[in-house]
């Protein structure tokens, strides 16, 4: 979502909020703009709508020099993408101000402040906040107490940056609900949303939590917590450098995180299995207990990964028989439940910020969930530091939009999962040991899937003037068809859907011709012989069919009839295996169109508002 970057230093920082903006890119946004105190503490703004590129093109005609500064782009909620709604707001040219999350009450706080004589220049939930500040810095003359006794009449998420011109050395933090990390430099600190905005200047940071405030200076940092307590929280030495975060060779983001694919699987697994076993330990001291008494589990995540919780359900149910249901966060939060006791509550997410997940997790607690657990890309983050216990994908930084090598390491560690409550349940011993074998080999099963590239580019271009598209998959399939659907979608904006293949006959049928090409996995598993009967039924109506296949499968192409040989995999690896084609399809689609394919439209990487 919306991106925050600020500074306080004893040098130029324009230059640094640029390129932490620069490097925000990826979460998705509709403008940008950046805001200094010049060197006699008067602000300079600059705001425009679209990339940062126009942002950075604006700088270079009106330079902003000065110590102090915050920028931000913008993923519009209230308000459309124009530069009256772009940020940093500004109050009477005394206070300004940066913002991440929504304003619930914010119409209320509104009709107040203009009856108290405040004018409203945008459209957005933000300006009543600035507006707050600036009341209550009249009245106390500080920017600490004037920001803490705002964010007490907020309702809502929110991550603020805050600088004023009567005190030009000091930018006010504080979150809830919306991620926020302060990085540590020599003489000045700064502020982000991201860690991976502030690798060229620091490998240093301090994660905040739920409710903290910090005060800052270039030489002090003072944190409080919720209840108003000075605090100190633990600095952060961080081994990334900011080349993790380039393209390098590749012509985009999404295109290097396929084929970072096989590495990423291989960190997940390291140090997670012995010889024959999955470590327990792994996922938390405390685990080997917890795990023991599991009797059901719950899974809530969102988009990408809840197709991960999909596929984790038929691994749960078939291999260690135990009751599995996976739900959409979102709705989770909104229906009533009958919680069997003890279940273990999984959430899933690449970020760890994802705002309807948290809240699932913060229902389950109030539920009597007894014990949670998190799969997650983003150490530090607020879903890792809420649950009972953590499996990190190390998946590496992410920054293409749409999730490839986050979902697959996501199941590579629901599979480790499997066979950790499998352990307690019936699941065979034979059987883990076979998994456990397997999976040292699937980083390199993993690349012989992505030699298949030059032959899936030349399948992407019989898409090129195609505006639907069908997925079809049987059994664990299904979600993995699901997901082939959202990423041709997501970066091509060709409308797909995704149906079990049994379903056919239940309306998709109606909408096969010969200009809607269907897409079908098919493994060389007990379903096999089903899928081909549901395959003959859109040939036999001059459907189109693009059918991922084992190489043991006889299947011949034809005019309307393309078969692509995916190489022999066990069954428990096929939801992996099988993706990564439909990853590559749906990234030479969008090649081919020419849309953005690291920052689709109207999307965000991270969703950290509801």
Not at 264 to 270: F, K
Not at 413 to 422: I, K, M, P
Not at 511 to 524: G, Q, S
Request: charge should be negative; include cysteine; aromatic fraction near 8%.
């Amino acid at each position: 979502m919306c991106g925050i970057v600020g500074a306080v230093a004893q040098r130029f920082v324009a230059p640094i909020l640029l390129e932490g903006l620069r490097r925000l890119e990826y979460r998705g946004y509709d403008s940008a703009g950046m805001a200094i105190l010049d060197q006699t503490h008067c602000i300079q703004r600059h705001r425009t709508k679209g990339k940062v590129a126009g942002l950075a093109k604006a700088i270079v005609q009106s330079p902003l020099d000065g110590y102090v500064g915050i920028a931000h782009t913008r993923w519009a909620t209230h308000g459309e993408p124009l530069v009256k709604n772009a940020h940093p707001h500004i109050c009477r040219q005394q206070i300004v101000l940066v913002h991440n999350g929504i304003i619930e009450n914010h119409e209320d706080l509104k009709q107040q402040q203009l009856t108290e004589g405040y004018e409203f220049t945008s459209d957005t939930d933000t300006e009543v906040v600035v507006h707050q500040v600036y009341k209550y810095y009249q009245q106390c003359q500080d920017l600490f107490q004037a920001v803490k006794a705002t964010i007490a009449e907020l309702e809502g998420s929110y991550a603020l940056g805050v600088i004023a011109t009567q005190e030009p050395q000091r930018l006010i933090v504080t979150r809830s609900g919306s991620p926020l990390v302060i990085g540590i430099g020599i003489g000045e600190h700064f502020i982000a949303s991201d860690i991976f905005a502030l690798l060229p200047v620091t490998r240093r940071f301090i994660f905040l939590e739920e409710g903290d405030m910090a005060d800052l200076t270039p030489t002090q940092c003072h944190i409080y917590d919720q209840s108003g307590k000075l605090v100190e929280r633990p600095i952060k030495d961080l081994d990334m450098s900011a080349d993790a975060v380039e393209k390098g060779q590749y012509r985009h983001y999404m295109l290097k995180e396929i084929f970072e694919q096989s590495e990423a699987i291989a960190n997940t697994l390291e140090g997670r299995i012995s010889t024959n076993k999955v470590l327990i330990e792994s996922f938390g001291l405390e685990a080997k207990a917890i795990f023991a008494q599991i009797e059901a589990v719950q899974i809530v995540a969102c988009g990408t990964s809840y197709h991960a919780g999909l596929i984790a359900t038929y691994w749960l149910e078939q291999y260690v028989g135990l009751p599995c249901r996976v739900e959409v966060a979102s709705e989770f939060r909104y229906r009533n439940h009958i919680v069997k006791q003890p279940s273990l509550f999984v959430t899933i997410s690449q970020s760890g910020e994802t705002a309807d997940t948290l809240a699932a997790l913060r229902v389950a607690k109030q539920l009597g969930y007894q014990y949670s657990l998190c799969i997650c890309n983003v150490p530090e983050s607020s879903l890792v530091r809420e649950s009972d216990l953590v499996l990190m994908t190390r998946a590496g930084p992410e920054i293409g939009v749409a999730s490839t090598k986050a979902f697959t390491t996501q199941l590579t560690a629901l599979l480790l999962l499997v066979l950790a409550l499998g352990r307690y349940n019936s699941l065979d011993t034979e059987f883990e040991h076979e998994v456990i074998t397997n999976l040292r080999h699937l980083p390199s099963q993993v690349q012989e899937v992505l030699a298949l590239e030059p032959a899936i580019e030349i399948l992407s271009q019989l898409f090129n003037e195609k505006h639907h598209t069908l997925f079809l998959g049987r059994g664990a399939q299904y979600p993995v068809a699901m997901e082939g659907a959202l990423k041709l979608k997501e970066i091509s904006y060709i409308h797909a859907e995704a149906y079990p293949a049994g379903e056919l006959k239940h309306g998709p049928l109606a909408l096969i011709d010969t200009e809607m090409p269907v897409v079908a996995v098919a493994p060389n598993d007990e379903l096999l012989e089903k899928l081909k009967s549901n395959l003959k039924e859109v040939e036999a109506r001059g459907g189109q069919l693009f059918i991922f296949a084992d190489q043991a499968i006889v299947i011949e192409s034809q005019a309307n009839i393309h078969v692509l040989s995916v190489p022999t995999i066990a069954d428990y690896f096929a939801p992996i295996i099988y993706t990564i084609p439909l990853q590559l399809l749906a990234y030479h689609v969008a090649v081919l169109k020419g849309t953005d394919v690291d920052q689709p439209r109207n999307l965000a990487k991270s969703v950290t508002v509801e």
